[in-house]
């Protein structure tokens, strides 16, 4: 059960930093509104305080949490950006995850 709420609170950290940065990006490379930044801005408070929320130590969390971004990351390219991910970028995201659970899970003494 722990390893199914780190995963799950991972992906809603990534998703939380994610739209925190994209929001920006749409504003920047796009010419949306500049009003974008007021939810980016409480998207990445939102990200920041996620990151908070696991038992483990700092360092530790942020290194295994790069892995689940970058898998996050991969989707989004998918599912936003409407680019469908080479076989390639799956490897890449799968690597990126075993190295998460390896970090995250493995036993401690």
Not at 68 to 74: G, K, L, M, P, R
Not at 81 to 88: A, E, F, L, T, V
């Amino acid at each position: 059960m722990f390893e199914l709420k780190t995963i799950t609170l991972f992906v809603i950290t990534a998703l939380a930093e994610i739209i925190g940065c994209y929001l920006p990006y749409l504003w920047l490379n796009q010419n949306k509104s500049p009003l974008l930044l007021i939810p980016a801005a409480i998207s990445l408070a939102i990200f920041a305080w996620l990151l908070t929320l696991h038992p483990s130590a700092a360092g530790r969390v942020y290194a295994a949490y790069g892995g689940v971004y970058i898998f996050v990351a991969i989707f989004w390219l998918w599912a936003v950006d409407d680019i469908k991910p080479s076989n390639w970028d799956f490897l890449g995201a799968s690597v990126a995850l075993l190295g998460m659970a390896i970090i995250m899970f493995a036993p401690r003494n």
